[in-house]
């Protein structure tokens, strides 16, 4: 009942309330009713159960006294529990009054409050917290505050605050989070932590107040204070200098007071280039300075930076993972987030400023508008400091120009004025190397004589015409200057190798004449030469032209002085000489100190004109003599060639030459590597020749090869008389023997016409026994085709067509021979061939016949085979001889051909496993006509003409022929032929 009275009080407005106090007077209504209750039970016990009257009474005044008891009780009790629940309701209506005016004045208040648990998961958040994050209740209730995160804060902040708060105390501070948008906000919070009655924490209770626009208006002050004050500190400090690097560097500094960056660069620009000269980076541990330094962009190649060439704006690139054509460098891996800006001067950009963040989004139009301040403010300092350079560097630039000129007008001598103008023609346009290019007397050739810081590994060999960018510039007589060496038509391998980049190259000029170049390398892509750097090395070239024209007259005149002198000398001793050797030593001994020579040598052919005899000789000391040596002329390519033309030869480098042991005796194992040569000539045919050696490499001018040649005119002229006078004395004995040598000579060549008439006679006699066979043979089976049997006519076909397919190979073969001794007599026409390449074709030429014979082929080539000096046509006869006869001796099995090379010599090899060669048929296989004793019982097909026709070819090309065999196990050919460097002895 007090239950049910208590839930109907707490339900029952506390209008209503007052109509429960009239309970009390209901107690005695309630009494009533027990006792008329008391009265029926009793009335029951008298009448039902019998019970006696005084019985009844007993019981129904304990009843009523009962009933009056608890009646009384149960009001009092009721009455004491409806006092307290009015006083517990007025107490919770007050409460709840409370509750619902501090409730609704959180969820009005203006800052975000959040209530979280123990724990610190959301229990409760008001609208401002939706209205400051972005997040609905429903969204963050159960979750923890880590969901506004932001990354801005390390571990260690949130250990220090959540080690606050959990000790009781109340946390304060400021951080920044991250709304449901990923926009980032700064806030003031306040955590309080909540006890409940145990003095344990049961809540959290975090008061949050949006700080960003204040923040913002904070930072935005102080950095219009740093940004003021770092103008201002730049511009006392860029003004206390003109020192362009020194300028650059102030500003980098000043501007990373200011602007946050992971790296900043200055990028100088010009030529359509953008080169990194000045880097800075935040974080040492970043590592990418260093690499950036120097790094080069093509302008119209780079986006971001055409950009910035085009509007001279401002560029910002929010995240270069998303800006298209944006290059990745090696230092620029980190970069997300990058910004440039232009430093103009004089309407142009004379560098580029730029920042880069690892960070995506964070540079904003705020940067750009401070980069720009600083660009106002840089650019004139700039424009001052670069002027300042000019000034300094045109005065460098004359006072070098100066020196050169001094340098040029100071001596005569050559080889000093040159190698010290190159160096200061390098100085003077702060070039890595340098080389000066000079044609050479002949026009032929592009040499370079004097180099300057150029790389080791750069062969400066002499350039034929035509080749490199030397000769270009000495033919159009224009400079030329370019930034990518590799990239231009003329570039030399060679020199692309050794690394040059950008190149200058001028003419150098003396009156109408262009004498070679002078060129200029950077080894960097970061240097480029400009127009002010051409015409420094333009006014270089034309200087170096008049210092090599007064150079080249005095020492021509001097030169012309020294050859009279000499000629003298030799003159004047060669006219008291008494016998050759001692005129020749004399002419050794006075070349030999001219040409300043370790060796001279004269000599003299012999009699038979095959070998030249030392006669005289001049050495220096650490040399042996070798004087009455004889040194074959047959065989020796040098000596050979001089000897047919009859002229001077100057070989400035005899390595590659292939030369006889007798020869390489005198020279290349004596170290000479240089020679030249010039003939002794005696009524106008060549008896001997003059040899001037040189250890050194050298290159014989046309003046020295003039000289050499006079004097070897001279030394003639001598030998001549000196022999007349000796022919004078021996006349009569000298005819005598004449006489009898003549008389010799006709007997030998009757004899030899008597032998070529044998070989006729033995020639006629056996192309008539080889044509009479088969001519018998068509006159018989042409009556048997007429007359014979007609079922046996297609045989009779058959041997008519091979009978007259051997009259025309023989009728071949007889021809071929005769132009083989028409070759033989009128010389050959010979010219570099490729074995590997004739073999080829004659191999792919029979490879149907030999496929269809069921025998199987392989060619095995030497790949790294030299030429040879060969008639193609003959020795293509010469394969298809051995290869034919091969396939017609060989029933089954293979054929082998193989090329390789041995010594000086190239070898054809053919192998075949036929039926091999009777042993008494191996002296005759090479005699025309000769097809040996058991051949013509097999039937092979042949003239016997084809092995001798290999002979002759082969004779003919000055190799040799061999030939192996086992009897009924196969064959082996062999073709020997002189490479290009041996003299064919044909």
Known sequence: MTWVLGKLMKSTPPAKRHEFQGLRRARWVVFLAAA???????????FGLGLSVSAVLVNSAIGLLIAFLMTHLGFHYFSQLQDDLSRAIVNLEAAETQLHWQSAALASAANAIVITDDNGRITWINPAFTQLTGYLPDEVIGQTPNILKSGQHDDAFYAQMWQTIMGGSVWQGELVNRRKDGSLYTEEQTITPVLNEK???????????????????QDADREQRILAESLREAGLALSATLDLDEVMDILLDQIGRVVPYDTMSLLR????????VRTRERDPLLDQAAKAENTVFIIEETPNLSQLIQFKQP????????????ITIEAGAHIRSWIG???????????????DKQEPNFYLPKHARILSAFAVQASLVLHNAQLFAEKGENLRREQQVSQVVQATNATLDLPHVLKQVVELAAGLVD???????????????MTYPYLFNMPEALEWRPVPEGRGLAWRVTKTRQAIMEHAYADHPDALTEWIAAGVQAFLFVPIVAGDTCLGALGLFYFSQENIFSERDRSSAELVGRQVGVAIQNARLFEETRQRARELDLLNRIIAATAVSQNETEMLQIGC????????????????LDETRENVRIIAESLSDELSSIKNRHVPVKGNPVLQRFFDNGVAVALSDISHLSLPPEMKSVLTDRGINSILMVPIALREQIIGVIGVHSQKTREFSDSDIHLAVTVGEEIGRSLETIRLNDQMR?????????????????AGANEQLQQLDRLKSKFVSDVSHELRTPITNLTMYLDLLERGRADRREHYVSVLQKETARIRQLVEDILDLSRLEASRDQGGMFKPVDLNEIVSQVVTAQLPQINAAGLRLRFLPDTDLPLILAAPHQLTQVVTNLLTNAVNYTPEGSIEVKTYQENDEVCLMLQDTGMGIDPDDMPHLFERFYRGQRVAQLGVPGTGLGLGIVKEIVDLHGGRVEAASEFGKGSVFRVWLRTIGVENEA
């Open 36 to 46: 008329c209750l008391v009265f029926i039970a009793e009335a029951y016990n008298y």
């Open 199 to 217: 003095g344990q924490i049961s809540r959290y209770i975090a008061m949050k107040q949006d700080v960003t626009r204040r923040k913002a208006i």
């Open 269 to 276: 620009v010009g030529n359509g280039r953008a080169v990194v």
């Open 315 to 326: 560029v910002i690139i929010p995240d270069t993972a998303k800006y298209p054509g944006w």
């Open 341 to 355: 800006v232009p430093i103009i001067v004089e309407g142009e950009i004379y560098v580029l400023l730029s920042l």
């Open 431 to 445: 070039a890595d190397g340098a080389a000066l290019a000079l044609v050479s007397t002949d026009g032929q050739m």
């Open 589 to 604: 001994v006075e070349l030999a100190r001219y040409f300043g020579v370790p060796q001279t040598v004269c000599a003299l």
């Open 730 to 746: 021996l006349h009569a004995a000298e005819l005598e023997k004449r006489v009898a040598e003549r008389t010799q000579e006709l």
